[in-house]
């Protein structure tokens, strides 16, 4: 039986999930006009909208708000979206090497991790409680350190997406050791809020899940290999699509009931699809036109895209409408800087270990500096697990948006292209005109 305040609340929602696309495009474009990314702009306008309509109506009116349907469609839209990136990701991994990876991922680890943990240090050694807080020492150390090692993995694959450098060897490089950091960081998470609560046999139960579905999706994509299985997506791509929908919700689903990050979910449900497409020799991830999967693929990344704004919302609803003490402004320079100085020069220290020229390493430094949504949500976490105050939350958020927005402009000031000494610009008519 339906409850009697089912229809309104359906059509609320409706009203409410047109509203959200709206603002969304709004922000688009109010972030065409600021020359930021469009994620950008969907980010600031996403979550300015929560306090702006507690401060309007009251604190009731996000009780009122069918905000638990709205936090489903954006976790989906995040999902939906991840599983087309990380199948271009595959596409393209033939143009990384592995001591590339490994060392940048290193570098863009190990060095914000340890900036964290001074920064912890700092918070535990000072005589401001609303940066202490009351829980142990030893998670706030680990939820601070490894609150400055993420990197924003939808959020990146925004910027890279707009500015063609999906199939690209630093696209692909960023996005890989992307993902590398933040498994382990939400391994690290995990930790942290296993100290908090007294307890670490959490942490072995998880890196179990994790291994039996990673076998898992390897054993989905050898059962979906043989000849007459990898005709199927091409010839039923819309079919093929609600399939892999689904299975990349429940994947997702049962990664969130475990504890882990419902990304890994989304790289399950990609990982489970058969590659059967070579990465082209031009360095595009999506050439060839081979790939059984690949409308199938962007049906799903479609529909999530247009989803992904909810998410920033929700945020905006469940976290930044609630009264926070405002922090000194000594932690939220301290936490900025060291955020920004330690991810760009772990990752650029890394990637010139693993042989990248200085320009590659640069920009990869740049570009792992996104943090927004993913720091958003470990910062969630945190706080609701007793480990961050409200005044530490509001630094760490500070740090998450500075770094987001800085990342479009400071990539292009490196993308200017620099003219030698004592040469003479070049007229626009003599340079083949629009370039």
């Given at each position: 039986?339906i409850?009697?305040?089912g ?5 609320l929602f ?5 509203a ?8 688009r474009r109010?972030?065409?006009?600021l020359?930021?990314p469009?994620?950008i702009g969907e980010?600031?306008l996403g979550?300015?909208?929560g306090p702006?309509v507690?401060?309007?109506a009251?604190p ?17 839209g ?5 599983v ?20 940048t991922a290193a ?11 001074a ?6 050694a000072?005589?401001e409680p609303g940066l ?5 020492a ?10 400055l090692s993420v990197?924003?993995?939808?959020v990146l694959a925004?910027i ?7 199939g ?6 960023s996005m890989?050791v992307?993902m590398?950091?933040?498994v ?5 998470i995990?930790?942290?809020v296993s100290?908090?609560t007294?307890g670490?046999?959490n ?6 899940v994790t291994a039996a579905a ?6 989905v994509r050898?059962a979906l290999?043989?000849a ?5 997506p091409?010839?039923?791509p819309r079919?093929a699509a609600?399939?892999l ?7 997702a ?7 882990l990050t419902?990304?890994l979910?989304a790289?399950?449900?990609a990982?489970a699809l058969?590659?059967?497409a070579?990465a082209?020799a031009?360095?595009?991830a ?10 199938p693929v962007?049906?799903v990344a479609?529909?999530g895209?247009?989803l992904?704004p909810v998410f920033?919302v ?10 926070f ?10 936490v900025?800087?060291?955020g ?18 200085p320009?590659t390493a640069l920009?990869?430094?740049?570009l792992?500096?996104?943090r ?8 969630q ?6 480990i961050l105050?409200p005044a530490m939350?509001?630094?760490l958020?500070?740090m998450a948006l500075?770094?987001?927005?800085a990342t479009?402009?400071s ?5 200017r292209?620099?003219?030698p ?9 003599q340079?083949g005109g629009?370039?």
């Amino acid at each position: 039986m339906i409850p009697a305040e089912g229809p309104a609340r359906i059509a609320l929602f409706g009203v409410l999930l047109a509203a959200v696309l709206l603002l969304a495009w709004a922000g688009r474009r109010l972030a065409g006009v600021l020359r930021q990314p469009a994620v950008i702009g969907e980010v600031a306008l996403g979550m300015a909208a929560g306090p702006l309509v507690v401060a309007v109506a009251g604190p009731g009116a996000a009780r009122a708000l069918p905000l638990d349907w709205l936090s489903w469609c954006g976790h989906a839209g995040l999902v939906l979206y991840l599983v087309g990136v990380i199948h271009e990701l595959r596409l393209a991994a033939p143009l990384v090497r592995g001591r590339a990876v490994g060392w940048t991922a290193a570098g863009a680890l190990i060095v914000p991790l340890l900036a964290g943990a001074a920064v912890a240090v700092w918070a535990l050694a000072g005589d401001e409680p609303g940066l202490r807080g009351t829980a142990p020492a030893s998670a706030l150390v680990v939820f601070l350190a490894v609150s400055l090692s993420v990197t924003a993995v939808p959020v990146l694959a925004r910027i890279l997406s707009e500015r063609d450098l999906v199939g690209t060897r630093v696209g692909v490089l960023s996005m890989t050791v992307a993902m590398v950091t933040d498994v382990a960081a939400w391994l690290l998470i995990a930790l942290a809020v296993s100290l908090a609560t007294g307890g670490l046999g959490n942490v072995a139960v998880l890196l179990a899940v994790t291994a039996a579905a990673l076998t898992g999706a390897v054993a989905v994509r050898r059962a979906l290999s043989p000849a007459p299985l990898l005709g199927l997506p091409a010839r039923a791509p819309r079919a093929a699509a609600v399939l892999l929908a689904v299975w990349a919700l429940a994947a997702a689903a049962a990664m969130r009931s475990w504890g882990l990050t419902e990304i890994l979910g989304a790289a399950l449900a990609a990982l489970a699809l058969p590659l059967t497409a070579a990465a082209p020799a031009d360095g595009s991830a999506t050439g060839g036109g081979e790939d059984p999967w690949a409308r199938p693929v962007r049906l799903v990344a479609g529909a999530g895209r247009l989803l992904v704004p909810v998410f920033f919302v929700v945020t905006g609803f469940t976290v930044f409408a609630e009264p926070f003490a405002v922090a000194p402004w000594s932690a939220i320079v301290l936490v900025t800087l060291l955020g920004m100085a330690a991810k760009a020069g772990g990752a650029y220290a890394g990637a010139r270990l693993g042989g990248e020229p200085p320009g590659t390493a640069l920009r990869l430094g740049v570009l792992l500096n996104t943090r927004g949504l993913t720091e958003l949500v470990a910062l969630q976490i945190g706080h609701e697990a007793g480990i961050l105050t409200p005044a530490m939350f509001l630094a760490l958020a500070v740090m998450a948006l500075v770094t987001t927005a800085a990342t479009g402009p400071s990539y292009a000031l490196l993308q200017r292209p620099r003219r030698p000494r004592g040469t003479a610009p070049v007229p626009v008519a003599q340079n083949g005109g629009l370039r």
